[in-house]
């Protein structure tokens, strides 16, 4: 018992552990300071500006919400997107993050620290990536102690798949989710392990947090339930469990209701049924055990029998309760990402909408060695060393990342969620590594000292007097025959003891390595450690710090920039009306109405099918039947990319069989095969009819050939198959200095109608000519 109690105040072993709480402090304020500071190269490279589209539209949130209150972002409805519907911000958008930066906002402005709302934007993903390395600490010490937990904090703060999605200047929802997801986990573990109804109350707020920051809140509510279920199953049930698991669905599910975004949908939707159905089964399990300890065994098993059959009754119910509302919805209850990790080929089949984006797509395997690199190698040690020994903590660990690594297969976006999993499995093996190593090491130097020592003993007895071995000899003798009564007696005894120290010396043997080994296999750890910290520098530094709003790129001549997003958009600001309308793809929607304040027709919120396909088939439509679309919807401008001239490869003709077919998703008579020349796509001499007459490839190659007399794209490498042709029912209005930026204005439609009248006076005039026309008698 003594050696269970805390060490006395002013002991070394006090003091030992002192020093270490200490260190361990110091060394998790450096990782903060690591995590956020490497953040920072695309403000030092570049300047303090929101990143990417999706980033734009919260930006814009938090501006009305800092300006205009809490009560007004509820009810706020934007009729700058969307149009002529419009949308109702409140209730479809998931407000943690927005919150989060305008709380943040108004404490510092509290504080008298006048930052802007853009400042607290920009740095919002830094800071929460070093709480987020913080929480992956406090999680991983939970499953392996603090050495594990402060391998994978750093491992974490450094991650290129998690720093692509949280530089500064990527406001996006990711930013303060994952950090949510982590400590989530965190809470679960900790619960499972203490069994405090404390810490499930504060699970069940940090699940809500989730639920208000990122539509991956999902993955919680299955992956935990996935692991209570293997608990049960394996015969782990305890009431640490039940404490972790039914408050989270409770609470969890009453508090995530309250987000307008979710609503009913956390109890009537598919993706919350398994935590339904597992919190049925955890009951039954739970009133099972309780029965066994009160009752006797021949009247517990009539009890188990009676609470299984109503058990299994219930479970049926429910489960025909399930099918009756999946079964009348036509995605079976599940959306359209849901099914689309399920079945990796449902989006491309029915869905084009979401098989559209590029961040929906599968990862490619160098994918991996570019966002999580080494760690790839050390998540096997890390997964082996959680069942040495298994524990519930380990065992759910290893559930996360099996899960997480199916998903980031089927979404190459799900890298980020594999990211946090990585580190912890990676933290675990290099750890228990160095452990074993370092061990070893001083194992061996210690047994050479001590040999050394034996042998200058030894030296030392026979230089020594014959007197005094011979008396030596006497006396031992003496003892041998005292102690050999004893011996007889007490080897009963002496057996049950010797045999458990004999089976640690064997183990710890077995985990000695020789001492050359073990330096060389912890020089390799640090090379490894070191290499993983350089790619991890360069891909923040050069692979993920530039922002997508602003391009470069490196020649002989220099560092080139390319400005024309912003040069185009400052455009419309100032040189078109408040009120005019502007059709784009829905890439480019949420940049748009943030920067330009110009009313939209579609944007990055893809919530709405129909309209979408609406401007797809506009694009795709020829010049006549595409402006009588925008014509019907009030549109004024188009706006297109165009990376042909720069070699830009993200423009509007790579993206436009997407337009074809979500276009063709909901008017038949666009068919993709009408835009390809025997199977593949092609734009020049050999291209269709159909793409050569289309409205985008128009808009994209309008006096294109005046730049080298050839009209050579160098994104497709080829010269383009309709050079020189004229506009009748557009026309341009302004094309950026790279030309990546086009826009057109709708010719009004009285130009028409003006021809049209003078053929008519014409020939009415001929006809009274003819005819004796009578005079007016009052002039």
């Not at 080994?517 to 530039?546: D, K, N, P, Q, T």
Request: with cysteine; net charge positive; glycine share 6%.
């Amino acid at each position: 018992m003594a050696a269970l109690e805390s060490p006395q105040p002013g002991t070394p072993t006090a003091m030992r552990n002192a020093f270490g709480n200490v260190l361990s402090v110091l060394i998790l304020v450096l990782i903060g300071v690591l995590a956020f500071s490497i953040r920072l190269f695309s403000v030092i490279k570049y300047e303090s500006v929101i990143h990417e589209f999706d980033p734009y539209f919260n930006y814009r949130v938090t501006q009305f919400l800092s300006k205009n209150g809490i009560y007004e972002f509820w009810n706020w409805f934007d009729d700058r997107t969307w149009y002529p519907l419009g949308r109702v911000i409140g209730g479809t958008v998931y407000p943690g993050l927005t919150l989060t930066a305008g709380t943040i906002w108004w404490v510092l402005n509290s504080l008298n620290i006048p930052l802007s709302v853009e400042t607290v934007c920009v740095f919002t993903a830094p800071v929460f990536s070093a709480f987020a390395s913080w929480a992956t600490y406090l999680l991983t010490k939970e499953v392996k102690g603090s050495g594990a937990g402060l391998a994978a904090a750093a491992l974490l703060a450094m991650v290129p798949s998690y720093i692509s999605r949280s530089v500064a200047g990527s406001y996006d929802n990711e930013a303060v989710a994952i950090f949510a997801l982590i400590f989530t986990f965190y809470l679960y573990i900790k619960t499972l392990n203490t069994g405090s109804l404390f810490y499930a109350t504060l699970n069940a707020l940090a699940y809500f947090y989730m639920v208000c920051s990122w539509g991956g809140y999902t993955f919680i509510i299955n992956l935990i339930p996935m692991h209570v279920l293997l608990c049960i199953v394996t015969g782990r049930y305890s009431p640490r469990l039940y404490i972790a698991y039914a408050p989270l669905v409770v609470l969890g599910t009453l508090l995530a209701a309250l987000v307008p975004v979710v609503g009913f949908n956390a109890v009537l939707t598919s993706e919350h049924f398994a935590s339904f159905l597992v919190f049925i089964i955890i009951h039954v399990v739970a009133l099972v055990y309780y029965i066994k300890g009160i009752l006797s065994p021949k009247m517990f098993k009539v009890a188990v029998t009676l609470v299984v059959s109503i058990g299994m009754v219930v479970c049926f119910i429910v489960v025909a309760i399930l099918v009756a509302l999946v079964a009348s919805s036509p995605t079976g209850g599940w959306s359209g990402r849901s099914l689309s990790l399920l079945d990796p080929t449902y989006a491309s089949k029915y869905i084009p909408i979401i098989a559209s984006v590029s961040e929906h797509q599968p990862p490619t395997w160098p994918s991996y060695f570019m966002d999580i690199n080494v760690l790839a190698f050390l998540v096997p040690a890390g997964i082996i060393a959680c069942f040495s020994p298994l524990s519930d903590a380990s065992s759910f660990v290893v559930l996360y990342i099996v899960m997480s690594v199916y998903f980031s297969g089927v979404m190459v976006r799900l890298m980020l969620v594999l990211a946090p999993a990585a580190c912890i499995m990676s933290g675990i093996a290099l750890s228990q590594a160095f452990d074993v190593f370092t061990g070893s090491i001083k194992y061996q130097l210690g047994a050479s000292s001590n040999s050394t020592d034996d042998a200058e003993d030894n030296t030392s007895t026979n230089n020594a007097p014959k007197d005094d071995a011979s008396a030596g000899k006497t006396d031992k003798g003496e003892e041998i025959v005292k102690e050999r009564s004893s011996k007889k007696g007490k080897k009963k005894e002496r057996e049950p003891a010797d045999k458990p120290s004999v089976k640690s010396k064997i183990k710890k043997k077995a985990l000695v390595l020789p001492l050359e080994a073990s330096i060389v296999a912890l020089l390799l750890l640090i090379m490894l450690g070191a290499f993983y910290v350089i790619h991890c520098v360069w891909a923040a530094a050069e692979a993920y710090s530039a922002p997508s709003i602003v391009l470069t790129s490196q020649s002989r001549d220099g560092l080139h920039v390319f400005d024309d997003f912003r040069e185009s958009y400052a455009w419309l600001s100032h040189n078109t009306d408040v009120d005019d309308k502007v059709a784009s793809w829905w890439d480019y929607g949420y940049q748009t109405t943030a920067m330009a304040n110009r009313t939209v027709i579609v944007d990055n919120n893809t919530w709405n099918n129909t309209h979408i396909a609406t401007v797809g088939t506009a694009m795709s439509s020829p010049e006549k039947a595409a402006w009588e679309i925008f014509n019907s919807l009030d549109v004024k401008y188009v706006l297109v990319v165009f990376g042909g001239l720069i070699g830009y490869p993200s423009d509007d003709i790579n993206k436009f069989l997407w337009m074809v077919r979500i276009g063709g998703g909901v008017f038949p008579h666009i068919k993709e095969a009408d835009y390809l020349r025997d199977g593949q796509y092609r734009i020049d001499s050999e291209a269709t009819p159909t793409m050569l007459n289309c409205l985008m490839y128009k808009l994209s190659y309008y006096r294109f050939v005046e730049t080298d007399g050839k009209g050579y794209d160098r994104v497709r490498r080829t010269e383009i198959g309709k050079k020189n042709f004229k506009l009748t029912h557009f026309e341009e209005v302004f094309t950026s200095h790279h030309w990546m930026v086009r826009i057109y204005k709708l010719k009004p439609p009285r130009n028409r109608i003006r021809g049209r009248t003078k053929k008519l006076k014409s020939k009415t005039s001929s006809g009274l000519s003819s005819k004796s026309v009578k005079k007016n008698p009052w002039i």
